[in-house]
């Protein structure tokens, strides 16, 4: 049972546009989220995150929103560059962020075309 | 800046050895983890350690075993390999002070075969 979900394994956007990249959860009790991109060969490096107390948090390009009523956050990417090609996860803890905690989504490879 | 390194980055076993993953980081954080990542699923958690000599189970540990005798390194070592533990591995360090971020390692692609 995955907790945690991306839908679109999949995703890809011009150049200068929006790229939006959602993330669906089905435990309530989740109070901390956080999205992580992935290169090729690389790592997962942090991104940006979100406690349950706020439903907005941006950080130069990328923002994310949180509906907890619908249990859902979304990524946003503006403006979006080739660089920010990548697979990008979301995850989730109801712990306050405890690591030992997050469950992580399946992930969605964003391609960005010049 | 090294940040976290595993070791090794391939690896090819037979079914039944024995092997083990090596992971070291220069950060001093004391909580250090390990996960695999498979097709189709997120990245799940095998074991992880708040600190030196102190290791507990995540949500994957079945023939998986690690130890934590200093702060710096986590090694995963698996027992008898088999089919179902093909996967990349990622090691990670975390920096309590920042807000739990985590630190990965470059990953290690394992196949048994």
């Known amino acids: 049972d995955q907790q945690v979900k991306q839908n679109s394994p999949s995703l890809s956007v011009q150049e200068g546009r929006i790229s939006i990249l959602n993330c669906d959860y089905t435990n309530s009790m989740f109070d901390y989220f956080l999205w992580y991109k992935k290169y090729p060969a690389e790592g997962p490096t942090f991104l940006i995150s979100i406690s349950s107390i706020k439903d907005k948090n941006e950080d130069g390009r990328f923002t994310v929103f949180l509906n907890k009523s619908a249990k859902h956050l979304s990524l946003h990417i503006v403006p979006s560059q080739p660089g920010d090609s990548a697979v990008y996860f979301c995850?989730?803890?109801?712990?306050?962020?405890?690591?030992?905690?997050?469950?992580f989504g399946t992930g969605t490879l964003l391609a960005v075309q010049p | 800046n090294a940040g976290v390194t595993q070791t090794p980055k391939f690896q090819v076993l037979k079914t039944g050895q024995s092997m083990t993953l090596q992971c070291a980081q220069d950060?001093?954080?004391?909580?250090m983890s390990w996960y695999r990542q498979d097709p189709g699923m997120g990245l799940r958690l095998i074991h992880y350690?708040?600190?030196?000599?102190?290791?507990d189970q995540g949500e994957v540990p079945n023939g998986y075993n690690v130890s934590r005798s200093t702060t710096e390194d986590f090694p995963l070592r698996l027992l008898s390999a088999a089919p179902s533990q093909t996967s990349v591995y990622f090691c990670a360090s975390v920096d309590r002070a920042a807000g739990n971020t985590i630190y990965f390692g470059e990953g290690s692609w394992l196949t048994v075969v």
């Open positions: 995850a989730a803890s109801d712990y306050g962020g405890a690591t030992n905690k997050l469950i």
């Open positions: 950060m001093n954080h004391e909580y």
């Open positions: 350690s708040v600190g030196a000599g102190i290791t």
